[in-house]
């Protein structure tokens, strides 16, 4: 292998780890099966449209796909589902310089018209060495009206050596009249495990010492997609080396500590005005940025909520403590009013105040309905009041944003009065 510290042309981890073959796609098995077996019993088609979230290897299985169509490796002449890698067809289709294999980006202005020239042009043409021409047209919804016409004469019609293979993230964008002649393919975002495991896999392979936790970490910022979570762990390289673990990766991504979130949560849910603003003072002391702590923050409750429905893993440490008794309605009260707070936040020229005070805000506004129900009942039944959460703490000694006993107590009781069937 050759030594990449001497080497000045650093290849991307995305790119050096690219699939060559149907096995080495990650999380699309069912995909590749199929296309295998078309491929073995000769059942293939004139056009396919791959579809799905971006990342998660549309254009790669496009690319494995023209080389299985024009492998020349097999010794009988025909298109394989185990493409060699090693013949001028599969080397020059991994490296986008097949004459034969034409790849358009449908999102590019400049080669929008050429599409429709292309398969204007090209189409009736006879393939120049290869087996097949094989067009693939990325992102193929953002296409003109005139090239979707020209697609669509193409493939009601299509010459015996042509294959087309559309991909696009926003399949509803495709004219129906496209997509009712095309294989479908529906590519599903990755989860966070099988990044993780993938991650790890390849730090083994390039030497680099890569902590389970820190794999997990940058899968989950991937959101979904093999091709983020590389870039992810390239920039990781570069931030801290060979060695990288849970924190480091955690300061280059800016993520807000667990201990912090678990804090913020912990007060939101007690209603403890007190503590949601030792969170804030914590926040600026350490120079968080406060947009992304509320993005963490929203991302946590996320995962708090199907935590409490005991559908995930816990969020983090402790989160068993800090949720107890509190209700997945509530949860997502508080979620979706944090939503809306980022977006607030995001325009705003001091966001730690803003964040501040629009947390105050939610906090205020959010009610556990559930909670609030059963304790309505246990006083219906006549039995004594369950302890109630714990309200606002008396407001702090600064000029912050302090509680309003008096008001949110006055707004409980007409909650009461206003569930009372
Ligand atoms: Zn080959």
């Known amino acids: 292998m050759e030594d990449k ?51 998660c290897g549309k254009t790669t299985t496009a690319r494995i796909l023209a080389k299985a169509l024009n492998c020349t490796g097999h010794t009988d002449n025909k298109p394989t589902a185990e493409p060699c890698g090693k013949c001028p067809q599969c080397l020059e289709i991994a490296q986008s310089a097949d004459l034969d294999v034409l790849e358009l980006d449908a999102a590019s202005n400049t080669q929008v018209e050429k599409v429709r020239e292309a398969i204007i042009d090209t189409v009736a043409l006879a393939a120049s060495r290869d087996r097949f021409k094989v067009f693939i047209l990325d992102e193929v919804h953002m296409l003109s009206a005139s090239s979707f016409n020209a697609l669509l004469k193409t493939i009601e019609e299509p010459p015996a050596h042509v294959v087309f293979i ?36 390849l730090s083994g392979a390039e030497n680099i010492d890569l902590t389970p ?13 093999m091709r983020d979570a590389l870039t992810l762990l390239d920039r990781a390289i ?33 209603k403890d005005n007190q503590a949601l603003h030792q ?40 989160a068993k403590d800090v949720l107890d008794g509190v ?46 129900i059963s304790r309505l009942e246990a006083l219906e039944r006549g039995e004594s009041l369950p302890p109630a959460t714990p309200r606002a703490r008396g407001p702090v000694s600064t000029d912050k944003p302090a509680s309003r006993p008096a008001e949110t107590t006055a707004r409980k009781k007409q909650t009461l009065r206003h569930l009372r069937p």
């Open 166 to 201: 559309l991909a696009t993230t926003e399949k509803h964008k495709v004219p129906a009249t496209i997509v009712s002649r095309c294989q479908t393919f529906r590519f599903r975002p990755l989860t966070t495990e099988e990044i993780t495991t993938h991650l790890l896999d």
């Open 213 to 225: 936790a820190a794999a997990k970490i940058i899968a989950k910022n991937a959101g979904g997609a």
């Open 327 to 372: 209700s997945p309605g509530f949860l997502a009260q508080l979620s979706r009013k944090i939503n809306k707070l980022c977006e607030e936040v995001k325009f705003s020229d001091n966001a730690l105040i803003s964040a501040e005070v629009g947390l105050f805000t939610v906090m205020d506004s959010c009610l556990d309905i559930s909670g609030l």
């Open 238 to 270: 570069a931030f801290c080396g060979g060695k990288i673990d849970e924190k480091t990766v955690a300061d280059m991504l800016g993520l807000t500590p667990d201990e912090l979130l678990k804090q913020a949560l912990g007060a939101l849910v007690q």
């Open 279 to 318: 969170v804030f003072q914590t926040i600026q002391a350490e120079g968080f940025d406060a947009n992304s702590f509320l993005k963490d923050l929203k991302n946590t409750l996320g995962e708090s909520f199907y935590f409490v429905l005991g559908q995930g893993d816990a969020p983090f440490a402790g």
């Open 5 to 55: 510290t001497t080497n000045f042309t650093y290849i991307s981890l995305a790119n050096k780890y690219r699939p060559q073959k149907f096995e080495d796609m990650v999380g699309q098995e069912s995909i590749s099966k199929t296309l295998q077996n078309a491929l073995k019993s000769g059942r293939l088609a004139h056009a396919y449209l791959f579809y799905g979230p971006r990342g």
